[in-house]
């Protein structure tokens, strides 16, 4: 059996820009959701979860619910959330193509250990 060649994550990967009518186009996904679970009402470093579309119905008062799907880690585990604040970040890129990311800060209620 031939072994593989594994340098670096990946030998061939996408180029950062492709040019597609003459315009630089930067190769991102072109919309975001960050989520992150509020610690003491403040924003954390880091999201718990990033969405890779845009949620627009995530707005300040919505309440939704976040299922736990990480193994061994009490998978199952239904936790009711409410959104508290948002951040709209519109990135802009060289030519005419950018990026949007939503930054959604959430209250959790219930064991939210598994967020840790």
């Known amino acids: 059996m031939a072994r593989r060649h594994l ?3 990946n030998a061939k990967q996408i180029p950062k820009i492709v ?8 190769v991102v996904k072109d919309a975001a959701t960050e989520i992150y679970v509020a610690e003491n009402g403040e924003w954390p470093r880091r999201p718990l979860t990033t969405l890779l579309v845009d949620m627009p119905w995530m707005e ?3 309440d939704f619910e976040m299922l ?3 193994p061994g880690n ?3 585990a239904r936790i009711e959330a409410r959104v508290i604040e948002i951040k709209v970040i519109v990135e802009v890129h060289e030519g005419k193509y ?7 800060l959430v209250e959790a209620e219930g064991d939210t250990s598994f967020f840790a």
């Not at 597609?20 to 930067?26: D, L, V």
């Not at 950018?98 to 959604?104: S, W």
Request: glycine share 18%; aromatic share 0%.
């Open 68 to 70: 736990n799907l990480i």
């Open 74 to 76: 009490n998978m199952g």
């Open 98 to 104: 950018g990026q949007v990311r939503r930054k959604v």
């Open 7 to 9: 340098s670096g994550r």
């Open 19 to 26: 040019e597609i009518a003459g315009q630089p186009i930067p």
């Open 60 to 62: 300040e008062g919505v």
